[in-house]
């Protein structure tokens, strides 16, 4: 069973979300998601100053097996992007909830925290699959 | 009902993830395949290969046999323990299969051929035996490990007895001996040195212990794919398959044409496809920029006359070696060695190089 830290939030299709409690939050892809992916190769993130909608694929994780859309699970503007993925992909594998982040996001809306899946809810949602 | 082979056991102690392969439950990688991809180039890694099929022909006709059934000519072979590459054609010119011949007297080959395809495999050979006087024995109760990169000899080498020794000394690539109880073969799936070691499935686990011990990592099916393909070698099944000409699957070369009156089983239809020169071919694909080259992705090809035609992603990776994706595809033959085609990538074309089929060897990258 993977780790599913109980603080943060998640989407049914794989992201974290950490309420930074400053009005923004920082993105990233569960350690569930990185396994079922395996070694990563390439991310693309999204730019800085990008704005971006609950739902929009913003992202592309690509592993030695497939290409993956990240959605952005909340709506607002690019903060910071984590520049490292660029040389050390690897780190979406070895500390997904970690050194692994994607990106920052200031909210448009911080009730939209509150529909996505608290750890249970996610760990359900993957026994599912 | 999945097969398992003798070393499973050992693969779930070391933490493998385990996958179907062709109904068997086979190790994809243990951890991560990057890196045992990197063991392999740089040091030592060792695959299960025991899934894989051994055949024995053995009988007063055991060359004439097989010089119809394969492409290659194995009266070429003459040196005992000496092996061949070669491929096995259907009437209609396809190949049901590639294989190694090892050739110790010509009454006397082994056969190694894919575990996909053990079972047509047999089936055609053994219709394919009537009128020859021959023996053809599946070999089931051995274990395989391929033990491959720049220090697998010498980590192999710390477990032989003094007998073994002797035997395996000098040997030069391509040939195989039985030293004792292990069948040893200077043969390999990764573009680097090693063996792939044949053994008495009740000392298989114990050679496995012996080699981690010696500092070999298992490496899974994961790593062992971009390893074959950075070596440009074909997989059964993607690059080539019963409704593909070996002129169509960069085999050519495992095709001997000499002598003209060996009427190997597919001679005719080759012959009548290399006259016409139709036959699309098997080349390499380089993208340099960020992206992976996927198996069955559409490539886009212009003739030198603009006329544009269209080829396909058989093998397509990452190349841990290279940092960039690598893939094999099949192209229109009027595509040349330099040009530049498009594939189509993720709803974009992305422009890719077109070079020979052979990416690392020995580590280093060879285009």
């Known amino acids: 069973m993977s780790n599913i830290p109980s603080e943060l939030k998640y989407a049914t299709s794989h992201e974290w979300v950490r309420n930074e409690g400053d009005g923004t939050v920082t993105i990233g892809i569960t350690e569930h998601a990185q396994d079922l992916l395996g070694d990563m190769v390439f991310v693309e993130l999204p730019e800085v100053g990008d704005s971006v909608t609950t739902g929009d694929d913003v992202a592309v994780a690509e592993s030695v097996k497939a290409a993956s859309d990240i959605y952005a699970p909340v709506s607002g503007e690019v903060i910071a992007v984590n520049e490292d993925l660029e040389d050390s992909p690897e780190l979406v594998n070895s500390d997904a909830f970690g050194d692994g982040w994607l990106f920052k996001v200031k909210l448009d809306d911080a009730a939209e925290l509150d529909a996505l899946l608290d750890a249970e809810g996610y760990a359900n949602s993957i026994d599912e699959d | 009902m999945s097969n398992k082979t003798v070393l499973h056991a050992k693969h779930i102690e070391a933490g493998a993830k385990m996958v179907d392969f062709h109904g068997w439950e086979m190790p994809i990688n243990y951890g991560s395949q990057i890196e045992e991809h990197h063991a392999v180039r740089t040091d030592a890694g060792m695959f299960d290969v025991s899934h894989m099929t051994i ?12 010089r119809r059934l394969v492409i290659n000519d194995v009266a070429k072979l003459t040196t005992a323990g000496k092996a061949l590459y070669t491929g096995m054609l259907n009437h209609e010119g396809g190949v049901i299969d590639d294989l190694i011949i090892y050739y110790f007297t010509e009454t006397d080959y082994r056969l190694v051929v894919n575990s996909a395809t053990r079972e047509k495999d047999l089936a055609w050979m053994n219709e394919q035996a009537t009128g020859f006087n021959v023996t053809i024995t599946e070999q089931p109760e051995f274990g395989m490990i391929a033990v491959q990169g720049p220090q697998a000899k010498a980590k192999v080498a710390t477990l032989l007895t003094a007998e073994q020794t ?10 195989g001996v039985q030293a004792g109880d292990l069948f040893i073969a200077t043969t390999g799936y990764t573009g680097e040195n090693g063996y792939e070691i044949v053994v008495p499935q009740n000392q298989a686990a114990d050679l496995w212990q012996q080699l981690l011990d010696a500092g070999v990592k298992p490496c899974g099916l994961g790593a062992r794919d971009t390893l074959r393909l950075e070596a440009g070698m074909n997989l059964y099944g993607l690059d080539m398959d019963e409704s593909i000409s070996p002129l169509a699957a960069n085999m050519a070369w495992t095709i001997s044409w000499e002598p003209e009156d060996r009427n190997f089983i597919g001679r005719d239809v ?3 496809q290399k006259a016409s020169g139709e036959q699309p071919k098997l080349v390499g694909l380089v993208l340099e920029e960020k992206g992976v080259l996927r198996t069955g992705l559409k490539v886009l090809t212009v003739d030198e006359n603009g006329s544009a035609g269209e080829g396909v992603i058989t093998s397509g990776t990452f190349s841990p070696t290279l940092g960039h994706s690598i893939a094999m595809a099949r192209v229109p033959r009027s595509v040349k060695l330099g040009d530049t085609v498009e594939v189509e990538m993720r709803k974009k074309l992305v422009k890719v190089q077109v070079i ?6 020995n580590g280093k990258k060879v285009f």
């Open chain 2, 55 to 66: 055949v024995d022909i053995k009988g007063a006709d055991a060359q004439a046999y097989l």
């Open chain 2, 166 to 175: 002797k035997a395996v000394d000098g040997m030069k690539p391509f040939f």
């Open chain 2, 270 to 272: 080759l012959t009548a």
């Open chain 2, 356 to 361: 020979k089929p052979s990416f690392v060897r």
